[in-house]
């Protein structure tokens, strides 16, 4: 598997985590929400609320799960 670059997106607003952005209110929120975008390749999963937390889908890296 060759992994190009990497780039770190944040999971909630999909910006890059060293670009100007600040991402502080963004973590905060991911407390309480689930990522909207794919911390591996910035993709936009797809989310959904269960009862227990929620799943993420990235058509990429799978499921994740709170
Ligand atoms: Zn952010
Ligand atoms: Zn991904």
């Not at 944040?10 to 689930?34: I, K, S, V």
């Not at 910035?42 to 058509?59: D, E, I, S, Y």
């Amino acid at each position: 598997m060759t992994d190009p670059v990497s780039l770190a997106v944040c999971p909630r607003c999909g910006r890059p985590l060293d670009g100007p952005a600040a991402h502080d209110a963004c973590r905060a929120a991911l407390e309480l929400e689930p990522p909207r975008f794919c911390g591996d390749c910035g993709r936009r999963m797809k989310v959904q609320v269960v009862p227990t937390g929620w799943t993420a889908t990235c058509v990429e890296h799978g499921i994740q799960t709170s």
